[in-house]
């Protein structure tokens, strides 16, 4: 890496939010199509909505970009956009995930556009971060550091020999709280992560990363050229082409555990990646019988257990030191010690072709939701809703035929050349292979009552003719 020029320290910051990943850990609550950066897990805001807020406090929303996939992208800019709306402008869509590092790469095009000297902090969009205030004093002496040419990342002390976690080894002091960095150990075995603990000379890994934007690109050149081959030939072609080539690699591997100049600023804030179940019940507030509970729950008897509910009432008796979650589809039930092995739970799932891993029942879209009620072979049958103003995709199916039953609200639908309007209790039939669309031009929700019948209902048998959303150049998309 090249020195840095006197004056780096007054370099505009900019934040790049990492708002990617399947959570899958946390499943049956977090799904591919809503993972749990887009959920509420012990408050009222999301983990994205959260992250962006401390993130205003350190770095302009005017420079803070968010990176997600094209599947969030419309739930993503719907979350951020009553809280901070400039962000909500400023949030860029994969094809398709490809590991930390590409993502980065997507953001750095358009800060290098504005300053290709920009500090630039990168944080993930998951994270539980309790002391904002502390957060920002951290971000500041990163920023300082970045500016001197270190490539920054941020040390937890640990409380545990978490096997979970990476591991940073400190080095000499940089003074105010920051050391060199040694070396990385990835997740440990808890032998090791014990040894480690002990040492303390270790910290958790927080994923989180400072850096100047010109001075990381010539780290992408050196160690992962055909990334950087890539991103140069941006000029050329849109970053989207060729995504599907391009190395699926993580920032730490491709280029962070590379380099001989790297810094870490120790936390002075409480942190968490809630990344499995156990750590929602270890910060969750208990009860007298050490257990906690979320939803419609009736716990009779039961002790250091995490209990949650979402859609119908868990009821258990006797239960200790267990996590159970019931979602209106799935219910998993582990010891708290086991936590880890939900990602199994889903592996196998995925083995076997499973819908339980992609989407709950209820799946939002930018033009609002639908909830499947019932199904089965030849049928399904769904409620939809559309929000104030919005519609769907003019499109028509090759498989199946449907039944609309408006249950409330006023909906506008169009069946090949012809509109109508219908209102409570009317109905429409859409035939197969008929183009079709339903808006709707009123003030309040409309909802309605699908039925589907044919041999095949799957998401993909939809293509798009027109549509608000920019969805039109895909066919067999996963959504409506």
């Known amino acids: ?31 591919t199509l809503l993972p749990k950066q887009l959920l509420a897990l012990g408050g009222e805001e999301t983990l994205l909505q959260t992250t962006a807020r401390r993130v205003s406090r350190a770095f302009s929303p005017a420079r803070t970009l968010v990176v997600t996939n094209e599947e969030h992208v419309f739930e993503v800019r719907a979350q951020l956009r009553g809280l901070l709306p400039e962000v ?9 995930g490809k590991n930390t590092l590409p993502a980065i790469l997507l953001g750095l095009d358009r800060i290098v556009a504005d300053d290709p000297q920009a500090i630039v902090g990168v944080f993930p969009a998951d994270h539980r971060i309790d002391d904002a205030a502390a957060w920002a004093v951290a971000m500041d002496r990163a920023a300082e550091l970045a500016a001197q040419g270190w490539f920054v990342t941020f040390g937890i002390p640990p409380q545990a020999p978490e096997t979970g976690y990476g591991y940073i080894h400190r080095g000499e002091v940089l003074g105010q709280g ?40 010539e780290a992408v050149a050196a160690h992962v ?28 591997y491709g280029v962070v555990e590379k380099l001989d100049r790297i810094a870490m600023v120790e936390a002075g804030f409480d942190w968490d990646d809630l990344g499995s179940w156990e750590a929602l019940y270890r910060l969750g507030s208990r009860d007298a019988s050490g257990c906690v509970i979320q939803g419609d729950v009736l716990a009779l008897d039961c002790s250091g257990s995490l209990f949650f509910s979402q859609g119908s009432t ?62 089965g072979p030849g049928y399904k049958i769904k409620r939809i809703e559309v929000l104030p103003g919005a519609r769907l995709s003019l499109q028509m199916h090759h498989h199946r035929a449907e039944h609309w039953v408006v249950v ?63 969805r039109t150049a895909k066919t067999g998309a996963k959504s409506q």
Request: hydrophobic share 40%.
């Open 225 to 252: 050229p055909a990334l950087y081959d890539w991103w140069q030939a941006r000029g050329e072609r849109p970053l989207a082409e060729g995504y599907g080539g391009i190395p699926d690699v993580s920032v730490d």
């Open 1 to 31: 890496m090249t020195s840095t020029e006197p004056g780096m320290a007054a370099r505009a910051r900019y934040a790049l939010i990492l708002a990617g990943g399947s959570g899958t850990r946390l499943w049956p609550l977090s799904r």
């Open 314 to 375: 868990l009821a258990a008796a006797g239960v200790k030191d267990m996590i159970v979650i019931q979602t209106r589809d799935a219910t998993l039930v582990c010891p708290v010690t086991e936590a880890q092995r939900v990602k199994d739970v889903v592996g196998a799932l995925k083995s076997q072709g499973s819908k339980l891993v992609e989407a709950h029942v209820t799946v939002r879209r930018p033009w609002g939701s639908y909830t499947v009620l019932d199904e």
């Open 178 to 217: 920051s050391y060199a960095v040694l070396g990385f150990t990835e997740k440990p075995d808890r032998e090791t992560a014990e040894k480690l603990l002990a040492s303390g000379r270790y910290y958790w890994n927080s994923g989180m990363f400072v850096f100047r934007a010109d001075m990381f690109l």
């Open 88 to 96: 909500a402008g400023s949030v860029l869509a994969e094809p398709l």
């Open 408 to 470: 409330s609200g006023t909906a506008l639908v169009q069946v090949g050349e012809k509109e109508i309007l219908l209102t409570d209790n009317q109905s429409v039939d859409i035939p197969k292979g008929s183009q079709h669309r339903l808006s709707n031009p009123g003030k309040v929700p409309v909802e309605i009552i699908e039925i589907q019948s044919g041999p095949y209902l799957e998401e993909d048998d939809i293509v798009r003719f027109d549509d608000v959303y920019g």
